[in-house]
């Protein structure tokens, strides 16, 4: 009984840090003169809100590991005679690893965010677009079917835009905007057609409907064309590959590093691009029907793996570097989706996120102490040849932007080298080629 009333309010888990998003923004219209002093009161309440949804997401993940039970809950917006529409949310492990993901790094990205951007003349908008989208990102996940996961997808989409273009009178932040969004355009208008092609195919949106119906229809009983379905397969897998920066649609990322660097850590690195790799997470009954898919899938991996390593190599600007190194991780994550390494692919999302958004962090503790020494230059700041001789200044960025660099490169005993060893292992028995 107990277990059921808290599924039953699983429901909060978007919609609370969107409460925080409604009173700034109605601070803003009524006071937007604010004092500094008024303006961070705002940190807090957006901090606790997440906290509640951390704690919340918390206890579902427990339940799921003592019971192992999915619960879904769907109320209809449209109902006619040859079509409906349900809306509602899913609570399975999945929604619950991802829940504990954008939360706990939320929190601490809000945390940082209240000092780093506490001279910004934005700081109310600031937090206002990064409750907005933790809702987002939230809503996502515990999305049950592929209309909802549509409607999510673009609200990320849009707070991504937002944040990266935070400081819009700088032109090289709002082309960096512009080009994420035309880039995720295309993307985005491959996952419509993805999800309209199989709702041709199936019906339905929902995910358990959608499963169970397309392999009856497609591998059993060979009702429907073949080639059709690979390709709406492939439009789907479209979505994710703009959205977590695989090759061919990985330019936008860089390029975004113009935003601020709490938004390089939270969105960049934790968990937008993470939304990607959710879908494919999601759809992967779908697309593991589907052999030629799972094929493309693995070598878009691998591609991205050799090209983001290969690049971050190249550059001079710390945020450019580990956004590379975010594309290369990624690429590994894909991989080990396309050989059907479904755990281990999750495992390694979740140390990478929090690995990388400590050296996001981390360099954003370097750049701003450089910025007093040679003033506030981006190019010079952000430099790392002229970055020489920190550690005496800074022993305590300078340790743990090390552990989290041995982490990501998977030396033990770290987190990623668990997640990363096991996913080289299961490429290795997939395919030698792979693991290569």
């Known amino acids: 009984m107990v277990m059921e009333r ?62 192992s039970s999915i619960y879904e809950y769907l109320w209809s917006w449209s109902i ?18 991802m ?25 109310l ?14 809503g996502l996940v515990t999305s049950p079917n592929l209309i909802q996961i549509h409607i999510f997808w673009e609200l990320v989409g849009m707070c991504s835009y937002l944040l990266i273009g935070f400081w819009f009178t700088r032109p090289i932040a709002a082309n960096a905007c512009q080009k994420a969004f035309v880039t995720n355009r295309v993307g985005d208008f491959g996952l419509l057609l993805g999800i309209l092609g199989f709702y041709l195919i199936t019906g339905s949106f929902e995910f358990q409907d959608l499963f169970e119906i397309f392999n009856d229809s497609i591998i059993n009983n060979n009702e429907m064309n073949s080639s059709f379905a ?31 660097t709490p938004i390089s850590a ?52 710390i945020k450019r570097s580990l956004a590379y190194s975010t594309m290369s991780q990624l690429g590994y994550i894909m991989l080990a989706l396309g050989i059907g390494s479904y755990r281990a692919a999750l495992f390694h999302l979740i140390t990478h996120a929090y690995s990388k958004a400590l050296l996001f962090l981390g360099s954003g503790s370097i750049i701003h102490s450089m910025e007093p020494i040679i003033g506030y230059s981006p190019t010079k700041s952000q430099n790392m040849v002229l970055m020489g001789g920190l550690t005496k200044y800074m022993p305590i960025t300078k340790t743990t932007f090390f552990l989290g660099t041995l ?14 060893d096991e996913i080289l292992n299961d490429s290795w028995l997939y395919s030698p080629i792979f693991a290569i």
């Open 230 to 260: 690979t390709l709406c397969a492939f439009l789907l897998f479209l979505g994710a590959v703009a959205k977590s920066a695989q090759f061919p649609l990985h330019v936008w990322l860089p390029d975004a590093m113009e935003g601020p």
């Open 6 to 67: 808290t599924y039953q309010y699983a429901w909060i888990i978007p919609f609370v840090p969107l409460l925080v998003t409604m009173l700034i923004g109605l601070e803003l219209l009524l006071n937007p003169t604010a004092t500094k002093n008024i303006r961070r009161i705002w940190a807090f309440p957006a901090v606790l809100l997440l906290s509640i949804v951390m704690v919340f997401s918390t206890k579902l993940a427990i339940q799921q590991i003592n019971g």
């Open 266 to 317: 939270l969105i960049h690195a934790a968990t937008m691009v993470a939304a990607g790799i959710f879908l494919v997470a999601r759809l992967l009954p779908l697309f593991i029907a589907i052999p030629y898919i799972m094929n493309i899938i693995s070598l878009i991996g691998v591609i991205t793996v050799l090209l983001g390593a290969t690049l971050a190599l190249a550059q001079r600007d």
């Open 407 to 420: 982490s990501l490169c998977g030396i033990p005993p770290l987190a990623c080298f668990w997640s990363k």
């Open 125 to 138: 908008r600031f937090f206002a677009y990064m409750s907005f989208f933790n809702t987002a990102m939230l």
């Open 80 to 97: 006619t005679s040859d079509f409906s529409l349900e809306f509602g949310y899913l609570i399975d492990p999945l929604t619950s690893i």
């Open 99 to 123: 829940s504990i993901l954008i939360t706990t790094v939320g929190i601490l990205v809000l945390i940082y965010s209240d000092n780093y951007m506490s001279h910004d003349r934005g700081y």
